[in-house]
């Protein structure tokens, strides 16, 4: 029984390992994957709801519903208010 002797052939180029054309500079951005965020200018995701470094949303729809009172709640609010504190400052002055 003979043994298999394995040789490493120098003079093929093996497609596994990369050369220098397949390497990314690193530097080389995507096209498309950025944009500029409307508030602060910064460069993210084309995919991202709130910018990360101003911490604001990019647009109405990605926002979470504002919540707004409606105007009567406010002036009623006003109306009540207003006599409690004068009468609450007027009883302890």
């Given amino acids: 029984m003979g043994r298999h002797s394995t040789t490493l ?3 093929d180029d093996d ?3 990369p ?3 397949d ?3 690193g530097n080389a951005e995507f096209e498309g994957a950025t944009q500029e965020c409307p508030h ?3 460069e993210i995701s084309e ?3 709130k910018c990360p470094a101003c911490d604001r949303y990019l647009s ?3 926002a979470p519903p504002r919540t707004e009172h409606p105007r009567w ?3 009623t609010a006003i109306i009540i208010l207003v006599p409690m504190l004068y009468a609450i400052l007027r009883w302890f002055l």
């Fill in 9 to 11: 052939d120098d003079d």
């Fill in 15 to 17: 497609d596994d390992d």
């Fill in 19 to 21: 050369d220098d054309s």
């Fill in 23 to 25: 390497m990314d500079d």
């Fill in 40 to 42: 602060c200018g910064e």
């Fill in 47 to 49: 995919y991202a709801e």
């Fill in 60 to 62: 109405k729809e990605d």
């Fill in 73 to 75: 709640v406010v002036i």
